[in-house]
């Protein structure tokens, strides 16, 4: 997902305060900042919340790459509104990673640095149109699978960030679909790019719930904490299911000649991706990984000037304020 | 690593006429970047008509240890509640 | 009025300046120094892009030819552009990107508020709604251009660096022509030049606080709201622009 293979923290600590605790999570009890936490709770949700928001703002980047070539003004409004959106959310997810007492200039050193990941779904290209429309279908409906229950997570301000991005999130699957099912009726360059979208999406967008379970070793301590909410395979499963007529209603195909419903599980059977690719992409050798970091890198850089003026600047005028003041009692 | 923008807390009050509501925060230089940068972060689906922002550090807050004291006692005094108060249907709304 | 070519020239103008300029500020997606700042941007280019869509709707409806908004946008060559010279020019860095802005918003916000007593109403209408934003847009430009000319000599050398690339190409809006003087005298709109006064007014008192000096220069660049002589930058914004509606003639998106 927006977080894959996190990996939770020991934890050491005194376990009654330990029981305690997960009393509280059992209990459906919110945590919030100042509470006592264990060591391993709070560096497990930096990491989980901090990869989540750069997920956002790098995601910004793939579909970024289309907005000022929207082929009409209200295409251009739709997109770019949207990409705002994931600025928006990266910014909401980056506050409530602050108040686990980790700043955002300090989480954005480690996404540039390395030291922390984004989802391997925006190491992906964006190559024609059609790709904002699987973007938003695939990649953000798979998003919404782990999100919707994220609203539910024990800690109090993630929570409520997964609440409002939840809100603000609700248009742009549709806003994917939309876009597909209006080429899907038009020409046959217009259809042609659709499927070939298709192509290029599907595995990646199942890629984005992670390894399998069986070999994630890092999901069970997360789900007793409720930081995870369910398995990455569920989940897969849930998306594959709810995908597969959505794809047939467009005309598209599924790059997978072994998709088909079983009766007997009452779910669609599906290939796996190819894991070693994944974790390829995870390892920086994905097809857009160096250019995605630098883009990020850029902005940073281009921007350090305007963020020291414009404190700069705050700090002059209060320090004039403040003399004005003394002229005055004077 | 240079200095950081200060944190805000955003409050804001929506369409009618209720209390102003805590819903998120942003990094600002200074009060009135944060009361802008509010209005376009927070209110980009007409949620709002009011904007308070207080610099996170400003805020007081109490403590969770004390929730005991300083929440439970008020628990009991159901009789700051209308429901507490048994009026018959004949009298109408009240 | 149908087929009024000065109106339809006139209508063309407003909406172009606001689609070449939204269109310059969405090139800042994802990009912006800060994420609050980028979402603002983004808000600006939003606000223009909508204003765009009505002006050129009402532009394709006077002009009769059985062409939309989309049409008008999308399918125009360089020198059917009406857009004045310095909202096309490469936004450069945020400064030079802010500092257009404002001299764009100075001009823009008493210009609407004029045009909300036009005799034609759909210019009123339109107006009406942009001044509203117009009026915000200049507050947080206005803001921005006094903390980067005031900030650190690092921000106010590229202040002034701005300031000498883009001062050349401010006096094109408020320089009168021939369909000028056929929208005053119809009442659709007051000159440009008329914005004169209040403009300074907002350039002199922003200046002042963002310790800018204001250029004794008068030199001021022409041909983009006639369409004479747009810069080479319009072309390539076009390219990119245009590559869909271009590439598949015919197709809806």
Redo the contacts between chains.
Sequence with gaps: MYAQMIKSEATQEDTEKLAAFQARIDAGQKIEPKDWMPEGYRKTLIRQIGQHAHSEIVGQLPEGNWITRAPSLERKANLLAKVQDEAGHGLYLYCAAETLGVSRDELTEMLLDGRMKYSSIFNYPTLTWADMGAVGWLVDGAAIMNQVPLQRTSYGPYARAMVRICKEESFHQRQGYHLLMHMMKGTKEQRRMCQDAMNRMWYPALMMFGPSDKDSVHSEQSMRWKIKMNTNDELRQKFVDETVPQAKYLGLEIPDENLRWNDERGHYDFSEPDWSEFFDVIKGNGPCNVDRIAARQKAWDDGAWVREAMLAHADKKAARRAAGELKNVA | MSREWPLWEVFIRGQHGMSHRHVGSLHAPDSERAIKNARDVYTRRNEGVSIWVVEAKHIAASSPSEKGPMFEPSRDKVYRHPTFYDIPDEVGKM | MSSDPHLVEFFLRQGDNA?VLG?RL??W????????????L??T??DL??Q??LW?AHAAEIEGADRS??DL??LRDAYDFRNVLLLEVPNA???RTMLREFFFDAFQLPWLKALTDSTDDRVAEVAAKSAKEAA?HL??SA??V???G???D??HA?MMAALDYLWPYVGEMMVDDDVDHAMAEAGVAPLPSAMRPAWDDTVNATFREAQLPRPDTKFAHAGGRNGFRHTEHLGHMLA??Q???RS?P????
């Design positions: 689609l269109h969405s090139e997606c994802g990009m912006g120094p800060a994420l609050e700042e980028d979402i603002a983004t808000n280019a939003l892009i909508g765009s869509k050129l908004a989309d946008a999308f860095d945020y400064g915000y507050e947080r803001e921005t006094i903390a980067l005031d900030g650190t690092e921000s590229k990119q622009m590559v869909l509606q598949h015919g197709a809806t998106w």
